[in-house]
């Protein structure tokens, strides 16, 4: 009886223990193919994102080594030691794919709790379509979101202007397990621009998740005057 008792306050002991194992950390391998009509570019490297720094770094190897960190709303660009150009921008650490799979939002694409509000949810073919509709403040500039989803895992998105008109379509055709976090290691974008369509193939691969190294690129020291 009491060697039962022990078996299963160790089985509740393990339990509460993975339940407290929260996964933080993501890095890994990435590769970007894009196609405009007959010209296309490869972009090869390593992402390192913790979401508790709130900054992405890429490590870019091809087409030249770079080091690129998003922090805030501004994308640092450095070759070597040395800053080559600062933009401002959105807050893309924040809104990465990498943060959504972190928090667990990359379902509904972390469109629940934004600025966007649920319109209406349809069934077709497998999938669950929900659409949401921007603030009616911003409905002369923002379009609304069409997010799809199989089994509870996000299968595509499309982003239209405040017009109607399709301004990207994003699709995840593969995920795999690491640790218990589903990741998309692969997508498909389409860009319309002008009549034209861009594709652009995103691949990762040798992810690790909660990595103990390469403390200095996620805590990156940015330059002082930012």
């Known amino acids: 009886m009491r060697?039962?008792?022990?078996?299963?306050?160790?089985?509740?002991?393990?339990?509460?223990?993975?339940?407290?194992?929260?996964v933080f950390r993501?890095?890994?391998d990435f590769s970007v193919k894009s196609k405009n009509d007959s010209l296309g570019s490869l972009t090869v490297g390593s992402f390192f994102f913790d979401k508790n720094e709130?900054?992405?770094?890429?490590?870019?190897?091809?087409?030249?080594e770079q080091l690129w960190v998003f922090a805030d709303t501004a994308i640092y660009r450095f070759e070597g030691d040395s800053l080559i150009d600062r933009n401002r921008g959105i807050a893309i650490a924040e809104f990465s794919?990498?943060?959504?799979?972190?928090?667990?939002?990359l379902s509904n694409y972390g469109l629940e709790g934004s600025?966007?509000?649920?319109?209406?949810?349809?069934?077709d073919q497998g999938m669950v379509i929900s659409t949401?509709?921007?603030?009616?403040?911003?409905?002369?500039?923002?379009?609304?979101?069409?997010?799809?989803?199989?089994?509870?895992?996000?299968?595509?998105?499309?982003?239209?202007?405040?017009?109607?008109d399709i301004l990207r379509k994003q699709i995840f055709t593969e995920y795999q397990n690491f640790e218990g976090l589903m990741f998309p290691v692969e997508i498909v974008?389409?860009?319309?621009?002008?009549?034209?369509?861009?594709?652009?193939?995103?691949?990762?691969?040798?992810?690790?998740?909660?990595?103990?190294?390469?403390?200095?690129?996620?805590?990156?020291?940015?330059?002082?005057?930012?």
């Open 54 to 64: 709130s900054k992405l770094v890429y490590r870019i190897r091809f087409p030249r």
């Open 132 to 164: 949401w509709l921007p603030p009616k403040i911003l409905d002369d500039t923002f379009g609304k979101v069409m997010v799809s989803t199989k089994g509870k895992l996000l299968n595509g998105i499309v982003f239209f202007n405040s017009e109607g």
């Open 26 to 28: 993501i890095t890994g």
């Open 115 to 123: 600025i966007y509000s649920l319109d209406k949810v349809e069934k």
């Open 97 to 105: 794919i990498f943060n959504l799979a972190l928090n667990n939002d």
């Open 189 to 226: 974008d389409i860009f319309f621009r002008d009549d034209k369509k861009i594709y652009q193939k995103t691949t990762y691969r040798n992810i690790v998740i909660n990595e103990k190294s390469n403390q200095n690129l996620y805590q990156f020291e940015l330059p002082a005057e930012r």
């Open 3 to 22: 060697f039962r008792i022990i078996c299963l306050l160790g089985l509740l002991i393990l339990g509460l223990s993975a339940q407290a194992q929260q």
